[in-house]
């Protein structure tokens, strides 16, 4: 594996001007405006391209006519689950960027901010960590929206090196043949038993790497120019520490998150019907500071699987899936255990 080069951004693009870095698709934004005639218009962005958004507001105040109002969302947004509805329900259009749509919606405009980096140097160097293909040739290929411009580009360049490539459209709530979200990974579920990641950071592939536990998942990072490994263990171990913690609980707290594309409302219900000492708690952003003043042994979270295996130790009392929560309780033993996913759409 080359780890000389981990960190180093020289060649990842980030340098570039703001108008070649993402395709913001500017025009297709003025387009909307003018066919509906707006004058009030919402732009939202995921929580690591908010910086963004005075200069792409400023970029489309110069394109839209002057009578148009920009108003950029202040909600916290980690995903296309994570629309702010309000601001939906008080513009003329709403853009939300950084993610393809889990259900298409006449009312919303998505700009999935394609990536320009170019994904095939890290890929090559990913190649030291994939079997030889005279060996395994079955390989699956999974990538984030930021890359699906480039999707059948690195499937023809894996099959050129003699790769057999397994790709699939995992389920509705997956925009793209070979996407993964933070909270599904169904296209994962491919013949193969080693599967390249390509895209930035390890939020997804170590997610996918608990979800998948018998897959090696190898991350080619074109973003930070480095190839590694998702380990998984660390984030298992904490998991297991949660529930063992939780087995003695006897006030439970359930969340049912209010985001329009997280809601699990059947499963938050199952879980109260059937545990007389177990509280309904509804609400949409899930922190440890919101939930301090409950009076509860333990939380069940029904919302975003991320929030409980990446938060789950900053809450003040253990917080478990509802598989970890049937582990607490006896129904079910603690080994069987697995990544909580999300494969509905709202």
């Not at 297709?28 to 405006?33: F, H, L, M």
């Not at 929030?307 to 970890?324: V, Y």
Request: charged content about 30%; some cysteine; overall charge negative.
């Amino acid at each position: 594996m080359s780890g000389s080069t981990e960190g180093d951004l020289t060649k990842t693009g980030m340098a570039l001007k703001h108008d070649r870095e993402w395709d913001y698709e500017l025009d297709r934004i003025v387009e909307a405006i003018e066919e509906r005639d707006a004058s009030k218009v919402g732009l939202q962005f995921p929580e690591g391209l908010k910086r963004r958004g005075p200069k792409v507001a400023d970029d489309l105040r110069e394109a839209a006519p002057d009578d148009v109002t920009f108003m950029l969302s202040g909600q916290p947004c980690y995903g296309a689950c994570d629309l702010d509805t309000y601001l939906m329900r008080r513009t003329d259009v709403f853009v939300h960027f950084g993610h393809t749509p889990m259900k298409e919606s006449d009312s919303i405009v998505y700009v999935p901010l394609f990536s320009n980096v170019d994904p095939f140097p890290i890929m090559e160097d990913a190649l030291e960590e994939l079997d030889d293909p005279s060996e395994n040739a079955d390989v699956g290929l999974v990538t984030t929206a930021q890359h699906m411009n480039r999707f059948e580009e690195m499937t023809d360049w894996l099959e050129e090196r003699d790769y057999e490539v397994h790709t699939r459209r995992g389920d509705d709530r997956l925009t793209k043949e070979g996407q993964v979200l933070g909270c599904n990974y169904a296209s994962a579920d491919i013949p193969a038993d080693q599967v390249l990641y390509v895209g930035g950071g390890k939020f997804h592939p170590v997610g996918l790497a608990m979800e998948h536990p018998e897959k090696r998942v190898v991350i080619a990072d074109p973003v930070n120019n480095a190839v590694s490994i998702a380990e998984h263990d660390q984030f298992l171990k904490q998991r297991y520490a949660s529930v063992h913690k939780a087995m003695g609980a006897e006030k439970w707290g359930v969340i049912f998150c209010t985001k329009i594309g997280q809601g699990r409302w059947e499963k938050a219900q199952e879980i109260v019907d059937n545990n007389e000492n177990a509280y309904l708690i509804t609400m949409d952003e899930v922190t440890p500071d919101r939930l301090r003043n409950f009076d509860m042994d333990a939380f069940v979270n029904t919302g975003c699987p991320r929030i409980t295996t990446d938060d789950g130790p900053r809450f003040h009392k253990p917080m478990l899936t509802p598989g970890e929560y049937e582990a607490a309780i006896g129904e079910k033993p603690l080994d069987s255990i697995e990544f909580d996913t999300f494969h509905d759409t709202w």
